[in-house]
């Protein structure tokens, strides 16, 4: 009986420690390049999150990304903050969807975040609301 308890209390602590790596997880998006060779990318964003919230473009093309945020009271905002890349983005988001349109020009991996926050409240990015842009080198054919 005892022993039981114990397992029982491991196997729900394993169990929430689970759900943990998942969400810390980030799945990779690569923007492929259209036949006009822009790298396009809908990005939606919601309750404390971006999706995709990890993007794979190349230097040195151009990249538009199409964002919007699900329907709410909320505000929200898309900031990367990498001048040196070639990007610096302060955009508020609505329900109707913006295009932000940049070109990449050095590799590295930039955070974009949303920077809203309610009085004394955590910032949206401190519940989570970021993500990366990867910029990476053209691979030659």
Known sequence: MKYTRYLSVILIFLFFFSIGITKAQKEQFIAPIDQDGIQRIEVLA???????????????????????????LVPHSFVIKAPDAGLNIEESLSSEPKIIKFTPTKVGKHPFYCDKKFLFFKSHR????????????????
């Open 46 to 72: 919601g309750e404390y999150f971006f999706n995709p919230d990890y993007i794979i473009v190349k230097v040195n093309i151009p990249v538009e990304i199409k964002i919007k945020k699900e329907p709410s």
């Open 126 to 141: 401190e519940k989570g609301m970021e993500g990366i842009i990867e910029v990476i080198e053209k691979q030659e054919k």
